[in-house]
């Protein structure tokens, strides 16, 4: 995971998530997650006016998309092997 209070810094490495904060015009915290793929990023989430300790709330959805990468690529390894046995 990278934290950045400036935005993305560089590409980011597949499975690897960007979360950025600013501060609101409405007060509190703006943050924003980031998922780097193998062509792309995409936004995750976006919590607007984040007010206090905002990590309860960001924390698992982090968790589950870190968890869901995992075995996503899990099985994407699986299929190639599969691929590459069936067709050498």
Do not use: C, Q, Y
Request: net charge negative; glycine share 8%; hydrophobic share 45%.
């Amino acid at each position: 995971m990278v934290w950045s209070r400036t935005g993305n810094p560089s590409r980011l490495r597949p499975g690897s998530i960007l979360l950025t904060w600013k501060a609101s015009t409405r007060g509190g915290m703006d943050v924003t997650a980031l998922l780097g793929l193998a062509t792309t990023e995409d936004t995750l989430a976006i919590w607007p006016t984040l007010n206090g300790d905002w990590t309860p709330l960001v924390h698992p959805s982090l968790f589950e998309v870190t968890g869901l990468h995992a075995a996503l690529s899990v099985a994407t390894d699986a299929v190639n092997l599969a691929h590459h046995l069936a067709f050498p």
